[in-house]
């Protein structure tokens, strides 16, 4: 993973941006092509979401969007209110499941944003087919003193001696995200658990533990993948924290319908090079680290 660079961002394409917040209702199928808009809920994320107009969801979504005959919206979020943008309530995890409080305004019709399948957020929304795969990782600093493990060939094994390597050290995280330590067993085992509040951006993740904020951080795979080459010799990958996970475009439970024809479109684009071609652009080399998931693609 340490030798791998990936070229930088994309040109721009046509978009719109919502920052400001609508009353709009969720709505599904018949009611998006009704109304002739798709808001897409995105986060400013790895490439997925690049900020410049671009991206991988980006452009996935617009090609939905295309496909349904609407015009697309993108409504910028982060990772702690989008959830709440999506279905007017504010998201608590407990457990592997979620608690729903509040009454907020609806600013988008479904995420997709480099958005990790957890459970708990399968108890509130409904996900797509998965769209890319991503794990999450340790990392240290390049000079601590901590090296990497040496891969056993057991992803179960692997994941054990690097929890270990921990000991009682500090660990950035980032909850109510892929990031969270309560995903992966990482609560009460006498770590110094340190939440990064300054930002709701993973990118900032990187930052955050070279200024010296904690011992370790959570990254994930695709976040690591850019992190690696614009922080060049600044951090290294210690080992896995995480079995292969899973990305998708998320809708609200009522959205069914949404969700098929979602599900029909990516399938077509994955048929007939669209998706190998987005894939390609925007993260290329991932292959190597996902073999089973491309080929299942393929």
Avoid at 210 to 233: C, H
């Amino acid at each position: 993973m340490m030798g791998l660079r990936l070229p930088r961002r994309a040109t721009c394409t046509a978009f719109t941006i919502l920052v400001f917040t609508t009353t709009a209702m969720a709505a599904d199928l018949a009611e998006i092509k009704a109304r002739g808009e798709i808001r897409h809920l995105g986060i400013n994320y790895a490439n997925f979401v690049t900020g410049d107009g671009d991206g991988f969801d980006v452009e996935l979504i617009q090609g939905f969007a295309r496909h349904i005959g609407v015009r697309y919206t993108l409504v910028l979020s982060d990772f702690y209110s989008v959830v709440r943008d999506l279905l007017g309530r504010e998201a608590f995890p407990k457990g592997d499941g979620v608690e729903l409080t509040g009454d907020y305004p609806i600013r988008g019709d479904l995420i997709s944003a480099g958005f990790t399948k957890l459970p708990w957020r399968t108890a509130a929304l409904l996900f797509s087919e998965p769209t890319f795969p991503s794990q999450v990782l340790l990392i240290a600093p390049a000079d601590s003193p901590v090296r990497p493990i040496e891969p056993t060939g057991e992803l179960s094994d692997d994941i054990q001696r690097t929890k270990t390597l921990i000991g009682h050290r500090s660990l950035l995280v980032m909850e109510r995200t892929c990031l969270d330590p309560s995903n992966y067993g990482l609560k009460n085992m006498g770590i110094d658990l340190k939440v990064l509040t300054t930002s709701t951006n993973l990118n900032e993740m990187v930052p955050a533990l070279l200024n010296g904020d904690a011992d370790f951080a959570l990254l994930d795979v695709p976040d690591a993948l850019l992190d690696l080459r614009k922080w060049a010799g600044r951090f290294k990958v210690i080992g896995p924290i995480s079995d292969e996970q899973t990305l998708a475009t998320a809708f609200p439970p009522d959205a069914g319908l949404l969700r098929e024809e979602f599900d029909r479109y990516l399938a077509a684009l994955k048929a007939n090079g669209g998706y190998e071609q987005l894939v390609k652009k925007y993260y290329p080399g991932i292959k190597r680290f996902f073999p089973r998931f491309f080929a299942a693609v393929n």
